[in-house]
């Protein structure tokens, strides 16, 4: 999965993209320092993949992976190609989701485009953005749409009804994902791949003095904003982040717990893409290799072998499935197949999140 990190320029889009995955990105205070998108593969933490290599003795272990996207920052008038405006929207086209990163610091130091700090403004000048090049594309389409209902076929027809629906609603200034549909306009709604549409987490960027006291009134402007939207929140301090990348597991443990956070801002920005995403992990173990899957919730056993081999997918016969905290309860798979924990399930069994799994087939 691709995930577009985008923010107004010097809100530390930038800084964030380095910390969670250590790309080198460069970072100035300066409009438009990242002009070509700058692309970091992240491992999804997953603690499980370790105690479940323990106590197989396995030789690799290989955690599921993020693709993350640090796109140039942009200004009013991008949707009119303004700054790298058009470079901005072609990139965004091709992510699954949007990590929003929105200011909520204030620093003399850091200069900010608009000569003030009004995250609420800031997310505001992306949206709409994104809402005008949307307008100028469901345009195009509608106008293709009526075109084609001289050919009898009545799935233009819909495509029209729906496609001035989406119209009007964007007209108003609002995103394409707030948007109630029923299944079938929703499905053709996916087929027209739109700025707004895509899933978004706003990641409030605090100070470092922040952490860990009250929310500050910036990030509650942000909160209330996103909530209107049915979009995710995240708090977090890019600056901070960017310290932890530079630690080892027990320094960041201290590190952490000197600001009294459980967690770091990744693994919480990970949970949150796969809620966003809708997406699960499967475990496979085994002594040569302790790996992680990832599937979209719903999947059923034969795509998800289809993940690990084509071949597990045309051949499933049956799946054993082992819940993780039932595999360590009972110290293995032998042993919970001895407690008769290991269930058989069909073509029709839909993974669980941590389903610990091993697939039969036959080719």
């Not at 250590?22 to 409009?31: F, R, S, V």
């Not at 899933?199 to 009250?214: F, H, M, R, S, T």
Request: charged share 30%; hydrophobic share 40%.
């Amino acid at each position: 999965m691709k995930l577009g990190v985008v923010g107004l320029p010097n809100v530390g889009k930038s800084t964030l993209f380095n910390a969670i995955t250590q790309a080198g990105a460069e970072i100035a205070n300066y409009p438009f320092c990242t002009i070509e998108p700058n692309v970091g593969v992240v491992a999804v933490p997953d603690e499980r993949l370790d105690k479940l290599a323990a106590l197989y003795n396995s030789k690799k272990i290989t955690p599921t992976y993020l693709k993350f996207v640090d796109i140039a920052g942009l200004v009013k008038g991008a949707s009119r190609g303004e700054g790298l405006g058009n470079k901005f929207l072609s990139h965004i086209r091709e992510v699954d989701a949007i990590v929003h990163v929105v200011r909520c610091f204030v620093d003399s130091n850091i200069t900010h485009v608009d000569d003030t700090i009004n995250p609420v403004a800031d997310m505001e000048t992306i949206n709409l953005e994104l809402i005008l090049a949307d307008i100028e594309t469901v345009n195009n389409r509608l106008a293709k749409a009526i075109n084609m209902q001289k050919t009898g076929d009545k799935k233009y027809k819909a495509e029209a009804e729906l496609l001035a629906k989406v119209l009007a609603w964007l007209e108003s200034e609002k995103p394409a994902r707030t948007l109630l549909l029923d299944e079938d306009e929703q499905a053709m709604m996916d087929e027209m791949l739109l700025l707004t549409s895509k899933p978004v987490i706003y990641a409030a960027n605090i100070a470092e003095d922040d952490l860990g006291a009250p929310t500050n009134d910036l990030v509650k402007q942000v909160e209330a904003k996103a909530k209107l939207e049915n979009a995710e929140t995240l708090v977090i301090c890019a600056k901070v982040e960017e310290e932890l990348s530079k630690l080892d597991a027990e320094e960041k443990e201290m590190f952490l717990e000197s600001y009294g956070i459980a967690e770091s801002g990744l693994n919480r920005l990970v949970a949150k893409c796969y809620k966003l995403l809708h997406l699960v992990s499967y475990l496979t173990a085994g002594e040569k290799e302790t790996r992680a899957w990832t599937i979209n919730e719903g999947t059923k056993a034969p795509q998800a072998a289809g993940k690990i081999h084509s071949d597990f997918e045309k051949g499933f016969i049956r799946a054993e499935i082992v819940p993780y905290e039932t595999m360590l309860e009972m110290g293995g798979y032998n042993q919970a197949k001895e407690h008769g924990k290991v269930r058989s399930e069909g073509k029709d069994y839909v993974i669980k999140d941590g389903d610990v799994v091993l697939f039969r087939f036959n080719v």
